[in-house]
């Protein structure tokens, strides 16, 4: 993620200093506010569904503003985009980067849901500004469920609770981190639905965003060590970049 934003924002400045409004629809604990901050994002609107979250992103952020080099302001309420109508109070009417990280799952349980979500994303988004996230890969998990309806480890647990790979929306599975460690930082338990690819194209083209790429973990370059059961998850997720185009009126 941290590289993620980090070249988002490289190729949103283009050499040129600019303060950036970053929307951030899923902020979840506060995990990304240190690639925030490194890659100098001015302010950032975060919102999330879920109210124990936000509550304990509000304490990391506080104690985090506590350092004068933690320079990013940030706003929070509890909230989600999938409504019709989004119901903010806005920081900033459009934003310079909206970001997604491991939530768009959420919007594949319906297609209401999903365009509702994709509508608000654009409408939030200025000209000339980016659309980015990371997503497990359907087609990756679907694949895992050939031969078996569940794959366990004593690291983790994926199962499997759709009927056919057919229709792009509301196939559910559960995904199961089990940590090891005594503080069980990084372990959770979440109904998810598989995220297409396609159809998370196909969704950002109609809308009116422009395809910059898609790139899987695996292409990504990391000092850790990676053993084996942490390259098997990893590898199953993916980023996307999506832009705004900026119209020019005629002379």
């Known amino acids: 993620k941290k ?5 988002t924002v490289t190729d949103f400045r283009k050499g040129k200093r600019r303060n950036i409004y ?3 629809i899923s902020v979840g604990r506060m995990g990304d506010y240190n690639s925030w901050n490194t890659s100098g994002i001015y302010k950032v609107y975060a919102i999330d569904p879920d109210e124990e979250s936000i509550i304990e992103a509000k304490k990391r ?7 004068s080099n933690n320079r990013t302001d940030v ?5 989600t985009i999938t409504n019709e109508k989004l119901d903010i109070e806005e920081i900033n009417k459009m934003y310079n980067i909206t970001s997604c ?8 349980e319906n297609q209401i849901m999903f365009d509702n979500a994709m509508r608000n994303i654009v409408k939030k988004l200025k000209p000339g500004g980016y659309f980015i996230g990371t997503a497990m890969d359907g087609y990756k998990i679907n694949k ?3 031969k078996e309806n569940k794959i366990e480890s004593e690291f983790y647990s994926i199962e499997k609770k759709y009927d056919s790979y057919t229709e792009p929306f509301g196939l559910r599975y559960s995904f199961k ?3 090891r460690q005594e503080s069980k930082l990084y372990s959770f338990e979440n109904d998810e639905f598989l995220v297409s690819k396609k159809v998370l194209v196909q969704a950002c083209e109609h809308f009116g965003l422009e395809f910059v790429y898609m790139k899987d973990f695996e292409e990504y370059t990391t000092k850790e060590n990676l053993e084996d059961h942490e390259k098997f998850i ?3 997720y993916f980023s996307f970049v999506f832009r705004k185009p900026i119209l020019h009126s005629r002379q």
């Open 144 to 146: 895992l469920f050939e």
């Open 75 to 79: 706003d929070f309420k509890v909230e």
């Open 101 to 108: 990280q491991f939530s768009i799952h959420y919007f594949f």
């Open 22 to 24: 970053l929307f951030d």
């Open 177 to 179: 981190l089990k940590d």
């Open 61 to 67: 952020y506080f104690k985090l503003k506590q350092n």
């Open 234 to 236: 990893s590898y199953l």
């Open 3 to 7: 590289n993620l934003i980090n070249q």
